[in-house]
């Protein structure tokens, strides 16, 4: 395999996905390969129609379709029926508490959090969006359900500071929440359990 470019390249793109490595690439690459017409084939089918039609919402942060524009006026995700918005780091962690049920309100997907490490600035998420649709849409409370590391921490902080002079109760998920624990890989007792006690954090 290692003369034909295609693969190594293969290979070498799968590897960058979250918990596998080469030799977990190799496995997947030979399987996609066996299978050409049964997996191979819509796979990347799939994967072409994602990439052209699906993409992240400029104002809340959330998938929507691609052809879907998105203003704070027309955006079907930040109507006024809800008057609650939970903050989450990804839309993994958006997909995790949509799964547990706990949380009935809008999301926002800040798309990281602050990184020096990796240079991920304040600029780069999606917090002055918030800031607006705080304002625009009526909302009684701020649940910042961002990570417990450093990371998370540092990133909710920012968001409740940007907040400090807008009329909105701010709450944080209960740290119940193991240290360095992440949103996404919590089980559904322990993100019930984290959203009714949340703590509010004043203002």
Known sequence: MKNISEIETLIKLISKLPGLGPKSAKRILLKLLNNRDEIFKPL????????????????????KPSSLECDYDSCKFITNKHS??????????????????IFQGYFHILGGTIDNSTNQR?????????????????????????????????????????????????????????????IENLDDGTLISAFKNRKNLGQ
């Open 44 to 63: 990347s089918k799939a994967l072409t129609e994602v990439y052209k039609n699906v993409s992240r919402c400029k104002i809340c942060g959330t998938l």
């Open 122 to 182: 304040k600029e780069d998420l999606l917090i002055d969006s918030l800031i607006h649709r705080v304002k625009k849409n009526n909302i009684d409370e701020i649940i910042l359900a961002t990570s417990a590391t450093v990371e998370g921490q540092t990133t909710a902080f920012y968001i409740q500071d940007s907040l400090r002079n807008i009329d909105v109760k701010i709450s944080k998920l209960a740290q119940g929440l193991p240290i360095g624990g992440e």
């Open 84 to 101: 609650k918005i939970c903050v989450v780091e990804n839309i993994a962690d958006q997909w995790a508490i949509e799964s547990s049920s």
